[in-house]
């Protein structure tokens, strides 16, 4: 079984300063992906980045990058150049090839401070 | 396109009894899941789908039933509603298992 681990509950950021929000996970299947995801305040899910673990580049997506380290089994989320409306909870999750659901961290709650 | 829709939005339910939690998504996707969401636990997957006529439990799966007898919908049904069903309730859906999941707005549910 799959299992996400997000050891910071919450988190400040200075505006336009950069911030890593850590990801730790732990499966035994070879073929998995890794997502991370945005609930603002007002409570929607918004899909930022996947790594896939073949992937054989850190994914991006404009200010956002993945620090896979697969030796580690780690998967931390990179945004750069903070701005106010980074605030969030922002979650972790990974799934398994084949037949298998979606797991989710406890999130890490980010505060970004002008 | 609307995606992945869930209803109702906000509900209020009395201890013991039942209701059902509508998710109807119309991206012809195979994997469907439901998750609690309660302050400090993140999401917790309740049951899940891989298609039509396949569910199994996730990780708190006593006290909810669920069944997918077409593509389309999710329906997840609580059978005597307990104040500890008091969560926010998240449908979602997704192609592949390497590709990202769409998320239903939510059902806020209270049970007194």
């Known amino acids: 079984a799959q299992k996400i681990t997000q050891t910071q509950p919450g988190m400040f950021v200075q505006e336009k300063e950069a911030v890593t929000l850590d990801c730790t996970y732990d499966t035994s299947d070879p073929s998995y992906g890794l997502f991370w995801y945005k609930q603002p305040s007002s409570g929607e899910m918004i899909f930022l980045i996947y790594?896939?673990?073949?992937?054989?580049q850190n994914a991006t997506e404009g200010r956002y990058s993945l620090n896979f380290q697969k030796a580690r089994k780690s998967a931390n989320l990179v945004i750069s150049a903070s701005q106010l409306g980074d605030s969030a909870m922002y979650f972790c999750a990974m799934t398994n090839s084949g037949n298998t659901p979606l797991v989710f961290g406890k999130g890490t709650r980010l505060s970004v401070i002008a | 396109n609307a995606g992945v829709t869930q209803t109702p939005k906000f509900q209020v339910l009395k201890t013991g009894q039942s209701m059902t939690l509508q998710c109807a998504q119309d991206m012809n996707h195979e994997y469907m899941s439901w998750y609690r969401q309660d302050p400090g636990m993140g999401l917790r997957l309740i049951h899940y789908s891989v298609g039509a006529g396949i569910t199994d439990q996730g990780e708190v799966p006593n006290g909810y039933n669920v069944s997918r007898s077409t593509t389309e919908d999710f329906p997840l049904r609580l059978l005597s509603a307990a104040p500890s069903q008091t969560s926010v309730y998240f449908c979602?859906?997704?192609?592949?298992?390497?590709?990202?999941?769409?998320f239903g707005q939510g059902t806020r549910l209270t049970v007194v």
């Open positions: 790594q896939g673990s073949y992937d054989q």
């Open positions: 979602a859906s997704r192609r592949e298992f390497n590709t990202e999941a769409f």
